[in-house]
């Protein structure tokens, strides 16, 4: 089965300057996973959907940060506006919805704020 | 909400030799999934093993191995006859079996000295 995709790989942005990241989950993975990744760090779970209902998203900075799932299936998250400290990977993953299974990740987006 | 620690920033094995990965969580729920991830650099998270609580009995996946103590809400991984494959950053990860939504701890980076 295709993995979860991402994209850009790579993003470097001036500070104050807006990013789009897109994710497209696994084939019928109804739950859904935005982390930021900063180096050195584990991965910080920014927002949960499940299907296109948020589920949490206690640890995503709104001011500046949105998610959205359109249609439950693909998701994108945005930046705006960029801060030096937002340079991370931000990792999508997608899971079945029922809590034992495993999430599976994509590769990942690399941003460089300058 | 649940927090995954992990007190070993990096551990160092000679190739062939067993390694044990130390991993704490806390939570109030009784309910949960527990799993280690293994991030090589080239940032793709892969699931090396998982635990459901319910279960006494430790998982085990080839070489690798969980000591799994829910009182003590502890989760180790042991790598048996290492090889210089297992280098990388890996991650202890908790999930609740209600809301789904899962947190890692920060990391142990594994070294293979062959």
């Known amino acids: 089965e295709a993995g979860v995709a991402q994209s850009p790989r790579y993003k470097i942005i001036e500070k104050r300057q807006s990013v789009a990241f897109w994710c497209n989950p696994i084939s019928g993975h109804a739950t859904l996973y935005w982390y930021q990744q900063i180096l050195g760090q584990g991965p910080k779970l920014l927002i949960q959907?499940?299907?296109?209902?948020?589920?949490?998203d206690s640890q995503l900075p709104k001011d500046r940060f949105s998610a959205e799932r359109l249609k439950g299936v693909d998701s994108t998250l945005k930046i705006q506006p960029a801060k030096l400290e937002d340079s991370a990977v931000y990792l999508c993953?997608?899971?079945?919805?029922?809590?034992?299974?495993?999430?599976?990740f994509g590769q990942g987006t690399r941003l460089t704020v300058v | 909400a649940q927090t995954v620690t992990q007190s070993q920033p990096e551990m160092s094995v000679q190739e062939a030799e067993t390694v044990t990965l130390s991993c704490t969580y806390d939570t109030s729920e009784s309910d949960y999934y527990l799993f280690w991830y293994k991030q090589p650099p080239s940032r793709q998270m892969i699931l090396v093993i998982r635990q459901e609580a319910y279960k006494q009995q430790n998982a085990t996946e080839n070489r690798f191995s969980v000591n799994f103590q829910k009182a003590a809400k502890s989760f180790s991984l042991k790598i048996s006859d290492s090889q210089l494959g297992d280098a990388a950053m890996y991650f202890c990860?908790?999930?609740?079996?209600?809301?789904?939504?899962?947190?890692f701890g920060a990391g142990t980076r594994l070294t293979v000295k062959p």
């Open positions: 959907f499940q299907n296109n209902g948020v589920v949490d």
């Open positions: 993953a997608s899971s079945w919805a029922g809590g034992g299974t495993e999430a599976f």
């Open positions: 990860a908790y999930r609740s079996a209600r809301l789904g939504d899962m947190r």
